[in-house]
């Protein structure tokens, strides 16, 4: 088991900036690979950003460019610059082994124009 938990959303202007955490806890030796997806009200859950371990990230290509994801042990980031009012969204940590996928609780991310 993996347990997820995020931090650091907020409400921000359009152009600024804020960094999401996730701790992740539990099995974590087992972890194959970390991201952040996003669920916008009435949409459907999309990929932004997952890291491998040992390989290289992979971006949306909404968010490329904009958006760096990182990890550090047992915590992903997301440090997510020029925000745009359509970035506004529930994020959500993600983990998977070879056989599971574990989704923190979500942090609220909102962008006003």
């Known amino acids: 088991q993996v347990q997820l938990v995020e931090s650091g959303g907020g409400l921000v202007q359009a152009g600024g900036s804020l960094r999401l955490s996730c701790a992740a806890s539990?099995?974590?030796?087992?972890?194959?690979?970390m991201g952040w997806y996003r669920q916008a009200p009435g949409n459907q859950r999309e990929l932004v950003a997952k890291i491998a371990s040992g390989g290289w990230p992979t971006y949306a290509g909404s968010v490329k460019g904009r958006f760096t994801i990182s990890r550090d042990k047992n915590m992903v980031y997301l440090q997510m610059n020029s925000l745009k009012p359509e970035d506004t969204a529930v994020y959500l940590c993600?983990?998977?082994?070879?056989?599971?996928?574990?989704w923190g609780q979500g942090t609220q991310v909102s962008v006003s124009s």
């Open positions: 539990g099995s974590i030796f087992s972890i194959k690979a």
């Open positions: 993600n983990a998977d082994d070879t056989l599971h996928t574990w």
